[in-house]
């Protein structure tokens, strides 16, 4: 079954070469809007939404549409990644949408988009090791003292079995529902593990955990 994806920038001719690029290299389909909004109000909205890139060039520094654009993915289930990211930004972790799950960098191979998206679709993440550890960096801090190893060694400690799988399904980029049939529980259940998980870790999204999952186990 084929995908529909969705690319939102204000560049429409950037936009379309980037369309028909990635329509040719991975078969699936591509619908260019130029504001979020007009995802709700596309004739594709009945169809399965699988991933929505987003030109980072036409957001301010500040993701002031991240709310908005967490609530659509929440409501209508699809994946969220960025293109055209400077490669020297410093990526905010409390500016992060809950369902990011890829960056492509600004000046990155044109061939590396039918890969990541295809990756992403998979439902795997899809960032380069300069941008994780730019993540990482301001999201936990380079500290190294033995407070802080303690801190997080603490965490781990508070977390239960199920909670450990769960976390490491998330880092493997595993959505709630293919985790859920994976252990063979409720959709709920795994919401509740997740909920308490992330509590216990002090993180507020998937990439957060993904990313403290990955420098502590």
């Not at 991933?51 to 991240?66: E, N």
């Not at 994780?132 to 003292?145: C, D, N, P, W």
């Not at 509590?199 to 403290?212: C, D, N």
């Amino acid at each position: 079954m084929k995908s529909f994806i969705y690319i939102v920038g204000t560049n429409k001719l950037q936009n379309e070469l980037l369309a028909a690029f990635l329509h040719q290299h991975t078969g699936h389909n591509f619908v260019c809007v130029t504001e979020i909004k007009e995802i709700l109000h596309s004739s594709t909205l009945f169809n399965k939404i699988e991933l929505v890139l987003f030109d980072f060039q036409s957001y301010s520094d500040d993701f002031k549409d991240c709310q908005m654009i967490d609530t659509l993915s929440d409501t209508l289930k699809f994946y969220i990644a960025f293109f055209n990211v400077p490669r020297e930004i410093i990526i905010r972790h409390n500016v992060l949408c809950r369902n990011l799950r890829g960056i492509f960098c600004k000046g990155d191979a044109l061939d590396l988009f039918p890969k990541g998206v295809l990756t992403i679709l998979e439902g795997q993440l899809w960032y380069s090791w300069e941008i994780m550890s730019q993540i990482l960096r301001q999201a936990e801090g380079v500290s190294s003292s033995i407070e802080e190893k303690s801190s997080q060694m603490e965490k781990i400690a508070l977390l239960t079995p199920r909670e450990r799988e769960i976390l490491v399904h998330i880092a493997e980029g595993k959505g709630n529902k293919e985790i859920a049939n994976y252990l063979g529980v409720s959709l709920n259940t795994v919401k509740t593990h997740i909920y308490h998980l992330f509590k216990k870790i002090g993180v507020t999204t998937r990439t957060q955990a993904s990313l403290w999952s990955a420098k502590n186990f």
